[in-house]
């Protein structure tokens, strides 16, 4: 399953404006506070489709019945630029158990790159939701490698892919190397330039939250 979230009119529309605007990038708080609410967008859409069960509620004058999440999911966020987005998801997935991986490019001369591993922290994932969490889906590499690596930490029940921003190249590898997974993307983006970043995109989503790096 592929949800594209931009197709119908929302403020989630708003928010991207904001993001791709050259004049409010520079606002590096409204920046991260624009992804964080589309995280959280996100996670409300998602949470449409998750397992639930029915349970009974008893209020000061009463009792009901009320659907509610069955399991909850694992958060899995590449550092560093997925954080902002991953607090949206928390936000609405508040009692979530949260995995992280570090993933970067190194870059092997002017246009090529390989994805570099690093820092990885998670639960028991065996049968478990994982929501894979990253801004900026490219080449999907990226993605991919982080998704390798958490499964040494067990073998998940279904694994969703969160991204703001996808190019058709980055959907159609992860729908290749990771068939298993439902997509959910805020908007596609056509085109990957020769530097692999996404066109129009946004630019560099961890340094316009953070700050450049060396």
Known sequence: MITILNTHPSLLNDFLAELRD????????????NITRIGEVMAY????VLDRK??????????????VLSKQ???????????????????????????FVSAFREHTDAHSFEIKMGYLASPDLNGRTLILIDPMLATGR????????????GKPGRVIVASLIG??????????HIPEADIY????????????????????????????KL
């Open 22 to 33: 050259v004049s409010v990038q520079t606002d590096r708080a409204k920046f991260r506070s």
């Open 45 to 48: 859409e998602i949470s449409k």
């Open 54 to 67: 029915l349970v009974e509620i008893t209020s000061p004058l009463g009792s009901n019945t009320s659907l």
């Open 73 to 99: 999911p694992v958060l899995a966020t590449v550092l560093r630029a997925g954080l902002p987005m991953h607090q949206g998801f928390v936000n609405y997935f508040d009692k979530a158990d949260s995995a």
């Open 142 to 153: 990226s993605m991919y490698q982080s998704y390798l690596a958490l499964l040494k930490r």
């Open 167 to 176: 190019s058709e190249q980055g959907l159609d590898y992860i729908k290749a």
């Open 185 to 212: 993307l805020a908007v596609i983006d056509p085109l990957l330039n020769e530097d692999s970043y996404i066109v129009p995109g946004l630019g560099d989503a961890g340094d316009l939250c953070f700050g450049e």
